[in-house]
């Protein structure tokens, strides 16, 4: 068997971790990891549920408000409060997502100080308000890598700058992601 990259590896975790989540509407796993000269490690990891105590929404149905279900806590902001629960820093961390992170969970993210975001797919409902302020975040030096099977399909302009690549003329014009225009 092929060795996985660490982009895959990270997210095969992060895969691992969705299969715990409790809201059907979308199963969604994320790994915090810090990347260091002396080893990499997993800082906390989240997926997709009812708060702790709660019901299920698998037990119980799901609470819906503007098509979304709102009982569940995102597996992103999980993986944050795990982080203080636990009391280790999640500043310098970068994300491994199995989805695309809502607005909510990237100011999460933002202000715990995790910069980084790779994730394997585009979050189907984003309005174009919820664009325009990732866009903000992206502004403040936060970035995000669209990632297939390992390969940075597309990501923000300093993430192409940092892999010394020019983001792909072809992949500009097939893909449908907003990161583009920021
Ligand atoms: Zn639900
Ligand atoms: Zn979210």
């Known amino acids: ?99 695309m992170p809502c607005v909510k969970c990237t100011e999460a993210l933002h202000s715990a100080g995790v910069r980084l975001v790779y994730f394997e797919q585009l979050y189907k409902s984003m309005s174009d308000d919820d664009v325009s302020r990732i866009r903000l975040y992206v502004k403040a030096g936060m970035d995000f890598c669209y990632l297939v099977d390992g390969e940075v399909v597309d990501a923000t302009p300093r993430v192409w700058i940092s892999l010394n690549r020019i983001r792909p003329r072809t992949e500009v014009e097939e893909s449908s992601l907003f990161l583009l225009n920021l």
């Open 1 to 99: 068997m092929r060795r996985p990259s660490k982009h895959q590896y990270y997210m095969n975790l992060a895969r691992e971790a969705s299969t715990r989540a409790t809201c059907d509407r979308a199963h969604v796993g994320c790994v915090l990891v810090r990347f260091s000269k002396r080893g990499d490690s997993i800082v906390a990891t989240g997926y997709n549920g009812a708060p702790s105590g709660h019901p299920h929404c698998d037990e119980v149905g799901h609470d819906m408000e503007n098509g979304h279900c709102v009982r569940a806590v995102h597996a992103e902001r999980n993986a944050i409060y795990q982080c203080a629960r636990i009391g280790v820093s999640a500043d310098g961390a970068v994300a491994y997502c199995t989805v």
